[in-house]
């Protein structure tokens, strides 16, 4: 991914925002600020017929350095492409990559709704850590539940 392809990163991150249950974001940060929050390895984009049809990135859990190794997974999905293997495509292709940028433990906050990313995350080797009720709350005042999601690399870090 690059400031090129931001303008269609953003259109698909919008699309996410819209549905409502994939993020606590409420409108699409310019490309220096989402740049900024994320770690510089690895973030992608999935292309067909040379456009831009879905994006992933790590973002670091913590600037401290005893944490260095854990990643929070973002994974977006053109919704027009849904169910066509792009999110299992991008997110093999962000786990293996992560695991060459030094990542030992990814993890992902899905909200339970969203069952598409949930099994996605099961079928790509995370497993259910835990469901956090009420943690955090929406633009529109509703308090929303997150389950957390984690995979722990079997060839970095402590496995």
């Keep these: 991914m690059t400031a090129e392809d931001w303008p269609a990163v953003a259109r698909i991150f919008a699309q996410g925002i819209a549905t409502g249950n994939a993020t606590f974001e409420h409108e699409v940060p310019s490309w220096e600020q989402w740049s900024a929050a994320r770690a510089p390895e690895p ?23 005893v944490y260095r190794g854990v990643g929070s997974v973002s994974i977006y999905v053109d919704p027009a492409c849904a169910g066509r293997g792009v999110g299992r495509t991008l997110l093999t292709e962000l786990v293996a990559a992560s695991e060459r940028a030094g990542f030992w433990t990814l993890q992902a906050g899905i909200f339970p709704e969203n069952t598409a990313s949930i099994a996605l995350h099961e079928r790509c080797g995370f497993r259910h850590l835990c469901t956090h009720v009420r943690i955090g709350q929406m633009p529109d005042g509703c308090w929303r539940d997150v389950v957390t999601y984690e ?5 970095v870090g402590p496995g």
Excluded: D, N
Aim: glycine share 10%.
């Design 43 to 65: 973030r992608l984009v999935a292309r067909e017929a040379g456009g831009v049809v879905g994006w992933a990135a790590l973002s670091p859990t913590s600037s401290r350095a």
């Design 151 to 155: 995979r722990r690399s079997e060839v």
